[in-house]
């Protein structure tokens, strides 16, 4: 066999596991109804079936890559490959809840080892002349993976069992099994020693789990919740004691020279920022279309997946071409070009046409593929040839905080923005109808009662308002119960305009209903905008994500590799 098809091998094992670690992050939201209906259970109990994979994803990354450049990258891959395959199967024969929730912190566990091995164990596979091309397409499947989770899982929802989002793993995890031993060489950092930096492991695991479980538990708590804050307090102490670990130690997990290399923290804090914009654009573009256009979770993921088009296209463009040309303006370019996608979403209404929808997220995704592949690759090329594994770690660490830390901030903005918007015209249309001079005072009461009730909470739900028919049905059975406190000739008057009232009753309701519904969108509108604006600060970040470029005594344009300062 040529080296060629060796390699292609090689790079097909890796993307295997590499794309069902992502895939996973994002597939099982849109059936979390599905399992809440067959294991039972309130929202905030499902929703542990993504937070548990996340919390463990982004708390174990960095020791994971620091465990691969010890032991044997191939080695450790291969773990988190049998880990997740097994548990992916357990996880759809899982009995109950707890159980499935254990499995997925599991299932976590085992994305942490998978993703940060993939990008030293690519650069090791190919020579370095062929980096930018490969990385491109790590990048594609990156962006592929995280997008079309939502319109995967609502189809294997739809057309066969929530269960088969996890099952789908099992035939990608095997063939990555079979292929890894088969094709891919072992590597590891040799400067890296055998000890175990238990001190360091300690710290930054405790610091992650603090500032991840604090950022999840923001939406139930508050930001100024005693619990978060002390969450967040004891995340940062960790941080500290573990920055002081590893200055002190003699075998550090994280060499803090890194931190030196001004383009590697460029490209970590771009991928933070970056990775919260993507959530954000997701999330929010999900909540409007089901919530304020009315769609199916299946259809409104169908048309998320747009953004992995526009991601895959881009991302085999920018990461050979910024492999040439330096990564710093195409990274800076596709955030300016994210922010941007992200604002014009603001501009959707109820009524706007799916075609609207669609080339906003291409926009998105065009940004997304211009950013990411491009940063992932200066990270690599600044950063000295040893360190690549570490790197990725903590780039990879930087992504996935920069994501639960985006939809703690993107969430409590969006109930802020429905509560003014949607408060206010609910405000309104208590008046609306107290002024209503055609209906009758136990007419009125139902209907503001109804009115109280929907939309509370500050939430996604504040848009969705009593339907003309649920009102009427409701104004029916508190004439009912007035009629039925009547002496019977005023309650022949009662029964007599009945009708009448219910015709007035649909009436006011599909007015309310519409500028409630009109409040809403301003309240996502803003949302959105406060989206696209905290995209922003990425763009001076991705200036520096890589060194500038040099010209060789033959003029042939070169990168500068990093070095430990």
């Not at 304020?292 to 979770?297: D, K, P, S, V």
């Not at 920069?402 to 939809?407: F, Q």
Request: proline share 4%; with cysteine.
């Amino acid at each position: 066999m040529s080296e060629k098809m060796k390699r292609a091998f090689a790079f097909t094992a890796i993307i295997l596991g590499f794309f069902m670690a992502l895939l996973d992050t994002t597939i099982v939201n849109i059936a979390l109804p599905e399992m809440r209906t067959y294991f039972g259970g309130g929202v905030a109990e499902i929703s542990w079936v993504m937070n548990g994979y996340n919390l463990a994803f982004a708390v174990f990354i960095l020791t994971a890559s620091r465990l691969a450049d010890q032991f044997g990258r191939r080695k450790v891959f291969l773990i988190g490959i049998t880990l997740f395959t097994v548990s992916s199967l357990l996880a759809g024969f899982a009995p109950s809840l707890e159980v499935l929730i254990g499995l997925r912190v599991i299932q976590g566990l085992a994305g942490a080892i998978i993703v940060p091995v993939t990008i030293p164990l690519t650069t090791t596979t190919f020579p370095k002349e062929m980096h930018g091309i490969i990385i491109g397409i790590w990048g594609a499947v990156s962006g592929l993976a995280a997008a079309s989770g939502p319109a995967l899982g609502g189809v294997l929802t739809e057309n066969l069992d929530w269960k088969w989002i996890f099952f789908v793993n099992v035939p990608l995890g095997v063939l990555s099994l079979i292929l890894t031993p088969i094709f891919i060489r072992e590597s590891k950092d040799v400067s890296a020693g055998r000890r175990v930096d238990l001190a360091g492991t300690l710290f930054i695991t405790g610091s992650m789990f603090c500032f991840v479980y604090g950022l999840i538990r923001v939406d139930d708590w508050g930001w100024t919740s005693s619990a978060v804050l002390l969450l967040f307090a004891a995340g940062l102490l960790s941080l500290l004691l573990f920055l002081y670990a590893e200055r002190k130690g003699a075998e550090p997990m994280l060499p803090l020279e890194l931190m030196k290399i001004k383009a590697f923290n460029g490209a970590a804090l771009t991928l933070l920022i970056v990775g919260a914009g993507l959530m954000n654009i997701s999330l929010l573009t999900t909540f409007f279309m089901t919530r304020i256009m009315g769609m199916t979770e299946l259809k409104a993921g169908l048309i998320l997946s747009m953004l992995a088009i526009g991601s895959t296209l881009t991302s085999a463009v920018s990461g050979p071409l910024s492999g040439k040309f330096g990564s710093r303006w195409f990274a800076a370019g596709g955030v300016v070009v994210m922010a941007g996608a992200t604002y014009s979403l603001g501009g959707l209404t109820s009524a706007s046409p799916v075609s609207g929808i669609l080339l906003r997220l291409a926009l998105a995704g065009i940004g997304i593929g211009l950013t990411m592949a491009p940063v992932m690759s200066a990270a690599v090329r600044n950063v000295p040839e040893e360190k690549v594994g570490i790197s990725s770690g903590v780039i990879n660490m930087t992504k996935a905080l920069g994501s639960v830390l985006g939809v703690a901030i993107i969430v409590t903005a969006l109930q802020q923005n429905l509560d003014d918007k949607v408060g206010a015209a609910r405000s309104s249309a208590v008046q609306v109808v107290r002024n209503d001079a055609k209906l009758l005072p136990p007419v009125k009461e139902a209907l503001m009662a109804s009115l109280q009730g929907a939309g509370s909470g500050g939430s996604a739900e504040a848009a969705s308002l009593p339907s003309p028919e649920s009102a009427a049905a409701a104004v029916g059975s508190q004439l009912r119960a007035a009629a039925s406190k009547l002496a019977p000739e005023e309650r022949a008057v009662l029964e007599q305009s009945a009708q009448g009232q219910m015709r007035e009753t649909e009436a006011v309701v599909d007015r309310i209903g519409r500028e409630m519904k009109e409040a809403a969108v301003k309240g996502f509108s803003r949302t959105f905008a406060l989206a696209g604006l905290l995209l922003l600060p990425g763009i001076p970040f991705a200036l520096i994500s890589d060194r500038a470029r040099r010209r060789s005594e033959g003029g042939i344009p070169a990168a500068e590799k990093g070095t430990l300062l």
